[in-house]
């Protein structure tokens, strides 16, 4: 059985919520791990008020009994502590009594970087609310539980993955200065993967290539407009002879500038992948829209929105890696109880002599 992600939620709706099928039964997750992802997507400089808000933490709804996956489908939730700003302007049922609290009016104005306008063209909706409820990157959060997850299936094969702000210091003086002049920054984040085995992944068609699911991963992220593996775009400015890296007789490398994949297959080596993200499209400056009402030229929405999010990016482009390791993982190791999938792998290692 394959691992399976589904999600519903809207940014100020109850909660969100996140379906995982296809964990081997018996695997150990740690609550205070989770939460612990939970908040460092929270956190980092640049952020708006929202995050003090929300105190994200996961509740368990199905899968899970004294803390060990049972085999069955593993119910995540987390909630919006925003929504009782908008227990009117959210409900789901036609609201009782007067309109209070938030998004009760519709919105019209929409902003140009986000789903607004599409969103609203696409599925025919006359409040732009409707569109960017879903779009918005709140739902990052149980991608984050899942990723959280996902890590935890890699740890019992001795995997890591770790996400990082490329340049945080030149991230952090950019940030300054863009909230000084009321704009927002994007930035680049970079992901790596330790104790990978060669062979997860594999060479001749595009969902089995270990590199584009990691980029299709990746593009899936809101924000993130490019994405490369190893060193990427520097590789087409290089001569074969330098862009390579040889092998030695214990079949390791001296170099990386493959990020650890080769033809689509994990090679061994550390995986580096990277993301770049666009600055934030809500700004406080708004770009001209259009009023959707009207047909006039108008300012476009502002709303509550950080400077950057390029640190919380680092920890869901982290999760959105470990998920994808953890599908090739499990498509290679199987296993239906956790000790088949660490024996699967043991045995692996044994016969390629890879230690
Ligand atoms: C962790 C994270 C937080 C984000 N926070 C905001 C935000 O506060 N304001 C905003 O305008 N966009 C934010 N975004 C980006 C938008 O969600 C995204 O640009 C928008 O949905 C359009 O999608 P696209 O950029 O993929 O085209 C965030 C993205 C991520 C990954």
């Not at 930035?187 to 790596?192: A, D, F, L, S």
Request: charged content about 25%; aromatic content about 4%.
């Amino acid at each position: 059985m394959t691992l399976r992600l589904a999600t519903a939620g809207e940014s100020h709706g109850p909660a969100l919520v996140a379906i995982l099928s296809g964990l081997p039964a018996g695997l150990e997750l740690d609550r205070d791990a989770i939460d612990g992802d939970l908040r460092r997507r929270q956190q980092g400089y640049g952020r708006s008020p929202r995050q003090q808000i929300e105190q994200d933490a996961v509740e368990v709804l199905a899968g899970l009994r004294h803390g060990r996956t049972l085999g069955t489908p593993l119910a995540l939730v987390v909630r919006n502590a925003d929504h009782r700003n908008w227990t009117w302007g959210m409900a789901p049922w036609p609201p009782e009594g007067e309109p209070s609290g938030k998004g009760t009016k519709p919105v019209t104005l929409p902003r140009p970087g986000h789903a607004d306008l599409a969103g609203v063209l696409k599925y025919g909706h006359e409040d732009v609310r409707n569109a960017l409820e879903r779009a918005s990157a709140r739902h990052t959060a149980v991608h984050v539980a899942a990723g959280a997850v996902a890590k935890a299936l890699l740890a019992t094969i001795g995997l890591a993955v770790a996400g990082s702000v490329a340049d945080e210091e030149a991230l952090r003086a950019a940030i300054d200065e863009a909230r000084a002049e009321r704009d927002t920054v994007g930035g680049v984040v970079e992901v790596r993967a330790t104790g990978v085995p060669p062979g997860l992944g594999s060479y001749a068609t595009k969902d089995d290539r270990l590199d584009a699911r990691l980029a299709f991963a990746l593009m899936g992220i809101q924000a993130v407009k490019g994405v490369e593996i190893g060193d990427g775009f520097a590789l087409a400015e290089l001569r074969g002879s330098e862009a390579h890296d040889e092998i030695r007789t214990d079949r390791r490398r001296d170099t990386n500038r493959a990020g650890g994949i080769e033809a689509g297959v994990s090679n061994g080596e550390e995986i580096v992948v990277r993301a770049a993200m666009k600055p934030l499209p809500t700004l406080m400056k708004p770009l001209g829209s259009v009023d959707l009402a009207t047909g006039e030229e108008a300012a476009a929405l502002v709303e509550r929105s950080d400077v950057a999010a390029v640190e919380a990016l680092a920890v869901v482009a982290e999760a959105a890696v470990a998920w994808e390791l953890a599908v090739a993982a499990r498509d290679k190791f199987g296993g239906d109880a956790i000790r088949d999938f660490v024996a699967a792998h043991a045995s692996y290692l044994e016969r390629i002599e890879w230690h």
